[in-house]
């Protein structure tokens, strides 16, 4: 099992100078991945929160070997042409080391879809969401784009320079006992289930998915917290998380610099 950071850039993480030091730390004490939030705001108490796709470009720059990444961005609010512009730029930073979480997006924590305008119907940022994945796919082939759909258009479009990776890995985001993600996640390299109570929870999904050979399956878990049933059930990598409230800089750069649990 791979071990990553995953930590919301808000409050004290909002300086990005904050968030490229722990990643720098992160990588010297053995973490494999180094991941953050993708949000525009959030509901109180938190006040503060940083652009992650600039942060992610600075850890980058600052590191050599963890791998990175957004986990997750919500690609219905977001504009496809654009993203495969960031992701294959953040790919060449890196070296090759981005890997890119997707989802649906939502409007409970932060009214980031009501607020801003963005679309609130499930099933339409579902429709939203293939697209963007469908041109993103396309663009870092090298080759031209030629997408028509219902909310994109990308007409004769050929995005270089393409990512270091021969594909960019993506991980697919789902709450428990959501069956269309599923589907949409075997078709890509990853899922990240969301809010999972229980490793049984994960095993049924991994069943559902039934991703040939090699595929990597995503868990959050608080610090200190027992992994060992997500692994049996099906995990590959562990995410750390920290309470997004109460974040305390001292204890998460204590968590990071004692490195991953075993």
């Known amino acids: 099992m791979k071990h990553g950071v995953w930590l919301p850039l808000f409050d004290p993480l909002a300086d990005p100078l904050v968030a490229v030091r722990l990643a720098a730390e992160a990588e010297e004490a053995g973490w494999d991945g180094f991941f953050v939030w993708d949000h525009l705001h959030w509901n109180a108490p938190v006040q503060q929160a940083a652009d992650p796709w600039i942060t992610l470009a600075a850890i980058a720059a600052g590191t050599e070997r963890l791998r990175i990444g957004p986990m997750v961005t919500p690609l219905p609010r977001r504009r ?9 730029t953040l790919d060449r930073l890196s070296g090759g080391r981005l890997t890119l979480g997707v989802g649906l997006g939502g409007d409970r924590y932060g009214g980031e879809l ?13 429709q939203m ?7 993103l796919t ?3 082939s090298g080759g031209p784009v030629r997408h028509r759909g219902a909310h994109y258009v990308v007409d004769d479009v050929t995005f270089l320079p393409v990512p270091v990776q021969p594909a960019i890995p993506v991980w ?14 075997a078709r890509f390299q990853g899922f990240f289930p969301i809010n999972l109570a229980h490793p049984e929870q994960l095993a049924e999904a991994v069943a559902a998915i039934g991703a040939p050979g090699p595929y990597d399956v995503a868990v959050a878990l608080s610090p200190g917290q027992d992994p060992r049933g997500y692994r049996e059930a099906g995990a590959t990598w562990l995410l750390t998380d920290f309470d997004q409230e109460a974040l305390d800089l001292a204890h998460i750069r204590a968590v990071v610099k004692a490195g991953p649990c075993q």
């Open 80 to 88: 496809p042409a654009k993203v495969a512009r960031e992701t294959a």
């Open 114 to 126: 009501t607020r801003f305008g963005e679309q609130t119907d499930d099933r339409l940022r579902g």
């Open 129 to 135: 969401l293939d697209e963007a994945l469908d041109i």
């Open 138 to 140: 396309a663009a870092w």
């Open 172 to 185: 697919v985001a789902s709450y428990p006992g959501s069956r269309k993600p599923l589907r949409r996640a």
